[in-house]
């Protein structure tokens, strides 16, 4: 790669949207990303999936490598940039952060007093996509259908999970921080409802609330190492299995995100409830079919064939483009 000699050919150099079109079709992929990532039991990754851009943003994570880091420590930062596929990252993340700070509120809002309807939506986008990627597997018998099952068991009983009690140690915050940023590039798991899991939720929120303070902060910096580090080692992961067993692990996907439907089912009784803060966290729940037949009902199923509609369009727009 030749050196860039400015800033601007540094940002170019690299993957990432060049037309006005290319950039708000990414931008409002990235606000849908962002709302994914406040729905409990749905993941940033889904919302990759169901626009098209999931391996592309493994890519532009796989972007920072040794070469990055060589650059940087010899502090030369053009060159640095110009691994990076830094135009597309900025683009996502600028709507990422757009959706999470101007919609925080209506989500907060719709979640807490609309339940039934939100998931309902958003169940029907999972539908959806789950048939979407059925489709793009092609090969079920042996390793995909294994795959699938596994995927389908693992995430249905995963996401039934009891909190557990896990120590204050930094190296377990690490991995909490590792493991918990996956969930941001695997479809079909929430990384709040893995903190939930692990037994860290209550822990890093309460740090978020005054992080400015020195314990505060060095907790929240070793959890953001963690969650560099990890998403950087499990982006390559993935992006191997791709390459090498990409039928078996789009399967292994298809199956996770069934699994977790079990997460998103919008008529729910709860057995458990624990107060963090002001807020309340269901600790357990059960599944069950609507109490009655209504209007509430009629617009619930709605609102799932709108979602499951939406992923149609989107995907069919995209094999057009």
């Known amino acids: 790669m030749d050196q860039p000699r400015t800033w601007k ?5 690299n993957k990432g949207p060049k037309t006005p079109r290319e950039i708000i079709s990414l ?20 919302m990759a999936l169901i626009t098209g851009i999931y391996q592309d943003v493994l890519q532009a994570i796989r972007s920072f490598d040794l070469n990055t880091l060589r650059f940087l420590v010899r502090l030369e930062f053009k060159q640095a940039l110009a691994t990076v596929h830094l135009r597309f990252l900025v683009v996502l993340i600028c709507g990422i952060g757009l959706s999470i700070m101007s919609l925080a509120h209506f989500m907060n809002y719709v979640l807490n007093d609309h339940p039934v309807f939100t998931y309902s939506f958003f169940f029907g986008l999972i539908l959806a996509s789950i048939a979407v990627m059925a489709l793009q597997t092609g ?23 009891i909190p557990v009690s896990t ?14 940023i996956c969930t941001m590039i ?13 037994g860290k939720y209550e822990y890093i929120t309460s740090a978020l609330k005054n992080p400015f303070d020195l314990q505060n902060f060095i907790i929240l910096s070793i959890f953001g190492l963690g969650c560099i580090v990890g998403i950087i080692a499990f982006s390559r992961v993935l992006t191997v299995l791709f390459n090498k067993f990409e039928n078996t692990t789009m399967a292994a996907l298809t199956g996770i995100m069934c699994g977790s439907l079990r997460k998103i089912w919008p008529w729910k009784e709860v057995l458990e409830t624990k107060t963090i803060g002001s807020k ?4 357990a729940e059960q ?13 619930a199923v709605g609102l799932m064939i709108v979602g499951f509609i939406s992923v149609v369009v989107l995907e069919r727009s995209a094999k057009q483009r």
């Not at 990235?30 to 990754?45: C, D, K, L, Q, T």
């Not at 309340?280 to 600790?283: E, K, M, S, T």
């Not at 599944?287 to 617009?299: H, R, V, Y």
């Open 280 to 283: 309340v966290i269901n600790l």
């Open 27 to 46: 931008f409002i992929k990235g606000i849908f990303m962002g709302i994914a990532n406040m729905i409990p039991g749905v993941s940033g990754g889904t």
């Open 167 to 180: 120590p204050d140690t930094w190296w377990f915050i690490f991995l909490a921080g590792a493991i918990t």
């Open 287 to 299: 599944n069950i079919l609507p109490s009655q037949i209504d209007g509430n009902l009629a617009l």
């Open 9 to 13: 050919e540094a940002f170019l150099v």
């Open 186 to 198: 695997l479809p079909g798991l929430s990384g709040a409802f893995l903190l939930l899991i692990i």
């Open 139 to 161: 090969k079920w018998v042996g390793s995909g259908g294994i795959s699938f099952v596994l995927g389908a068991v693992g995430a249905y009983l995963f996401v039934g999970l």
